[in-house]
Every structure is written in structure tokens, then in C-alpha cells.
């Protein structure tokens, strides 16, 4: 039980203490991306949205990749251990951290441990319906662009179905199935092929599209 500390809260602290038993230079799943670089990331996002905005737009991408370079020059632990704090009082995101951090801590989280050669983990039955909440919106998002319907049967859940644009699922095989825990069905929603799940079907008519 996590008490009072919400899951991406825990997350938090577990990455807190990841981040200083490896290092700054310790890999992770993120392309080219060292623990540094996520830690820079991480606390950007959070605490300079002026400068995040550069994540998703790239009139906004040169102020970003400058505000980076600025973070990146501090202290690696004290930048972790700033992070770790939280937001600040007048930061809106503490209002909504619980929420919104859920699976971006979940994911980050992955991409270090998953990187410095540790597996799976298992989650309670109500942060796994937490999870299959926010997988409904992340497939039906990142596979509308499929070729083909892609059903996905996180174990002990219901399946979610994505880019059925023919309404097809229920009545054909013309589909591809992706199975596996509900955390390695977000992780593969994200891109991560250290992503433990299964595929039947063409995994060639499969598009992940970004956010």
C-alpha cells in the first residue's frame, strides 16, 4: 500500500535513488540519452514549461535545447535531489502530479532500470486499473495511423482495441493481437522494445505515431 504517496510520487523517490546509486552517465532506454540527460528532462518539463513546449513544437525546440544545457551544468545529484522535492507551492503541476505523472514516472522509471539490466515488476490491482485507464487513450492515440485493427489484452484486463476504422474487430481475423502485462503494453505503446509482450498478426501494419 502506498499510504498517503501516490504511485508517480513513489516513482519519484524510487528514481531519486536510482539516479544516485548509478550516476550521470549510466544508460538508459531513451535514444542517446544518458541518466543526466533524463534527469535534465525531467526537471525542464516540470519546472519550465515556457522551455518544455520545445518537446512537442519546434518554433519552441531552439529554447529548449538551450534551457537543457543551462540544467545540465548543474550538479548532477543536487539536480536529482530538486527534482525528487517535488513541484514547488506555486507550481500548478503539484495540484495535478498524481494525475499527470502516472505514467510518465512509471515510464522514465522503466527506462532506467530497464537499461541497467532489471525486469518486469508487479503493480497492485489498482494501480493496474489506473494503468489500463490512461492505455486506453495512449493506444487509441499512437495506433490510429495502423493499417489494421490492434487489439491489446493486457493479462487480467479488458482488451482495448485501436485504429478499427472498419469496425472490423469483432468480426474478422484481420488484425494484429499484442499481449503481455498492462505496464509492458504502455511501454510498447511508448516505443520501448525492452517491452516484454507478444505479437500475432502482420507487425508490419502497425504505426505508432507520437503525441
Known sequence: MLGLMSFSSAERAKMVALFHKLGPDAPTLCEGWTTRDLAVHLWVRENRPDAAAGIFLNAFSGHLEKQSRKVAARDFDELVDDWGRGPASYNPVRFVDAQQNLVEHFVHHEDIRRANGK????????????????????????????????????????????????????????VVRVTGEIGELLLWCFGRDAAEVSLEGDVAAITKSTL
Open 119 to 174: 525486469g518486469p515488476r508487479d503493480f497492485s490491482a489498482r494501480i493496474q486499473q489506473q494503468m489500463h485507464g490512461y492505455l486506453k487513450l495512449l493506444a487509441k492515440a499512437t495506433l490510429r495511423k495502423s493499417d489494421r485493427p490492434v487489439i491489446l489484452q493486457p493479462e487480467g484486463l479488458p482488451r482495448i482495441v485501436a485504429a478499427d476504422k472498419h469496425e472490423v474487430a469483432e468480426k474478422g481475423d484481420a
